[in-house]
């Protein structure tokens, strides 16, 4: 089976960075999605990563390394919108490569 | 349409009622998903569609539970005599292409989900 751990919650500064962690253990690996999930809202894309280093996109960057099942998202210069869920996805050959989530990273932003 | 979009976006059940939940993919997207998602938690795999075929329904949790996509566009999420673990946010989910070992995987768009809650 699939297994993906990630912190429940995490407190951070309005703009600081914060580096959120997923560690998972899966077989078949095909990629990893990073969503941010506002309360109430649909889980939308942050960023994907397949091959191992990292990705930037704006604000938000994302690192791999498949070799030890790890992966985290950064957030620069954080901002109060910020504050929501961010849920760590793997994805798995087969079954139209459905995603397998960790539980979600609570981020709360403060002044 | 712009996104996905479900219906209702709340349901209120009574115990042992059916419900029918409803999903709009985005326009032309091959793969079809469904999850459930219970509170605090990530959302968890129920089934999959590639058109109006439907290839995996491994994460279904009962015989209770059954979806279609008869024309290959929109999905219906059907629940019989629901019950009280049944209550959850239900989210759809579209990707363009069909997946499998050919072929990387896609960015999955979400619906906003329908939030069901059973009394």
């Known amino acids: 089976g699939q297994n993906i751990d990630q912190p429940t919650e995490m407190t951070a500064t309005e703009g600081a960075i914060v580096q959120i962690n997923c560690t998972y253990q899966?077989?078949?690996?095909?990629?990893l999605f990073w969503y941010q999930q506002h309360a109430g809202e649909a889980p939308t894309f942050l960023s994907y990563?397949?091959l191992d280093g990292l990705e930037e996109k704006g604000r938000f960057s994302s690192f791999l390394s498949r070799s030890k099942g790890y992966s985290y998202l950064l957030l620069k210069e954080l901002q109060m919108k910020d504050s929501a869920s961010y849920l760590c996805?793997?994805?798995?050959w087969g079954g139209g490569n459905k995603l397998t989530f960790g539980t979600g990273t609570q981020l709360k932003v403060e002044l | 349409g712009a996104g996905v979009s479900q219906s209702p976006r709340y349901k209120v059940a009574k115990r042992g009622q059916d419900v029918a939940l409803r999903c709009d993919p985005i326009?032309?997207?091959?793969?079809l998903f469904w999850y459930q998602q219970a509170l605090g938690q990530g959302p968890e795999f129920l089934t999959y569609?590639?058109?109006?075929?439907?290839?995996?329904k491994s994460g279904l949790p009962s015989d209770r539970f059954f979806a279609e996509r008869p024309e290959g566009s929109v999905s219906t999420l059907k629940i019989q005599r629901t019950q009280q673990e049944d209550s959850a946010v239900y989210l759809c989910?579209?990707?363009?292409?069909?997946?499998?070992?050919?072929?990387?995987?896609?960015?999955?768009?979400f619906g906003p989900g329908t939030r069901l809650l059973v009394l």
């Open positions: 899966t077989s078949g690996f095909n990629g």
């Open positions: 326009s032309g997207h091959v793969s």
């Open positions: 989910a579209s990707s363009r292409h069909g997946g499998g070992r050919a072929r990387l995987t896609e960015t999955q768009y």
């Open positions: 996805a793997v994805s798995t």
């Open positions: 990563n397949v």
């Open positions: 569609f590639q058109n109006e075929a439907q290839l995996d």
